[in-house]
């Protein structure tokens, strides 16, 4: 895959997508690193933490799911707004759901930080699409 980036972080509270999606990510070689956080709270808290810490990755591009419980998709964007406007810039956010609702499409557009919304399952097409659209200013950072 041309558009390669260094991490990409998959935030969704369904292990078995995240173990089909970290599979289509590593097997079409997209990424060097791919971290799963399966609540919007742990994903937060990595974001918040990780230049302070040498073990972890900054992501290039998210893939967020809507549907989870304690804290949804839409949450974990308010509060990541909150995030240091520099870690924001350097961050690609793709809504990746199994939701088709036309509403949650038109969420998606006026929220501003979200770069896409796309339809679960990730697939090396999509995947593709994704990096070339939004990461491939963003190789190798």
């Not at 997209?30 to 799963?36: D, K, Q």
């Not at 399966?38 to 073990?55: N, P, V």
Request: one cysteine or more; proline letters at 3%; charged letters at 30%.
């Amino acid at each position: 895959m041309d558009n390669k980036v260094q991490c990409i972080m998959l935030i969704d509270d369904n292990m078995d997508d995240n173990f089909f999606h970290k599979r289509v990510i590593l097997k079409n070689d997209a990424a060097e690193i791919v971290v799963i956080k399966e609540s919007a709270e742990e994903a937060l808290e990595y974001l918040k933490t990780y230049h302070t810490h040498d073990q972890k990755v900054h992501p290039n591009l998210i893939f967020l799911d809507i549907n989870m419980p304690r804290m949804n998709g839409w949450e974990f964007i308010e509060e990541y707004k909150k995030l240091d406007k520099e870690i924001q810039s350097s961050m690609v956010i793709v809504m990746l759901t199994t939701s088709d609702n036309p509403d949650d499409k038109a969420l998606a557009r006026m929220e501003g930080v979200l770069a896409d919304f796309r339809t679960k399952p990730l697939t090396k097409e999509m995947l593709e699409e994704v990096l070339t659209k939004y990461c491939s200013n963003k190789t190798g950072l």
